[in-house]
């Protein structure tokens, strides 16, 4: 199964901006809207971005996303102790007829 | 107050049968799509399947066809994903997933549960 790839680890001192790549293909990302979600893990993922780089109400604006072809990236910017946490990014993929997922990125706040 | 609440954890034999749950409240059950996802360890996810309770309408991911059911219950408000004989290969954690009123492009999932680790070994 195809799988969104993302880099295993980003970190950030309190305060900076970090950014969190997802490559896909035509098939997802490049024809198909991107969605972002937080895991602390023994938790339930939590959706952070929805298309159009819409926040679900509780979500700070400190979070954005952007797309270019098959690539995305989540943003987040002031970052905060509380942002330490895995994240992945989903896309509707049209081969699949289903969805699929980043391979997660460990955000740590130094 | 959307939730989904699954249940706990499970340690199984090779060739046991198990059937895990995803208990639903918050909304009209039947109306969205709900689905299942799986975490090997140190892997990310993948797309299992998803059913429309509405009609028990059931889609599989290809890589899981044939090798899980996945049913629901709208009485109780509630998903399953079921095996009839696992394999040291189905050790991961299980997540369930609301989607939308449709499943198509243009649907995401926006309510997951908490994960049901399943450990399967002799």
């Known amino acids: 199964q195809s799988m969104l790839i993302q880099p295993p680890s980003a970190s950030g001192t309190p305060g900076q901006r970090v950014t969190i790549s997802c490559s896909g293909g035509s098939s997802n990302i490049g024809s198909n809207y991107v969605y972002w979600y937080q895991h602390l893990p023994g938790t339930a993922p939590k959706l952070l971005i929805s298309?159009?780089?819409q926040r679900p109400s509780g979500v700070p604006d400190r979070f954005s996303a952007s797309e270019s072809g098959t690539s995305a990236s989540l943003a987040i910017s002031g970052l905060r102790s509380e942002d330490e946490a895995d994240y992945f990014c989903?896309?509707?993929?049209?081969?699949?007829?289903?969805?699929?997922f980043g391979s997660g990125t460990k955000v740590s706040v130094l | 107050e959307v939730q989904l609440v699954q249940s706990g954890a499970e340690v199984k034999k090779p060739g046991e049968s198990l059937k895990i749950s995803c208990a639903s409240s918050?909304?009209?059950?039947?109306?969205?799509?709900i689905g299942w996802a799986r975490q090997m360890p140190g892997r990310g996810l993948e797309w299992m399947g998803i059913?429309?309770?509405?009609?028990?309408?059931?889609r599989y991911s290809p890589s899981f066809q044939g090798q899980v059911t996945i049913s629901s219950d709208s009485s109780t408000g509630t998903a399953y994903l079921q095996w009839s004989s696992l394999k040291a290969s189905d050790t991961a954690m299980y997540y369930c997933a609301r989607g939308g009123l449709f499943y198509t492009a243009g649907s995401y999932l926006d309510y997951w549960g908490q994960g049901t680790l399943v450990t399967v070994s002799s």
């Open positions: 298309r159009n780089n």
């Open positions: 059913i429309y309770p509405g009609d028990s309408d059931t």
């Open positions: 989903a896309a509707w993929d049209d081969s699949l007829r289903g969805y699929v």
């Open positions: 918050g909304y009209s059950f039947s109306s969205y799509w």
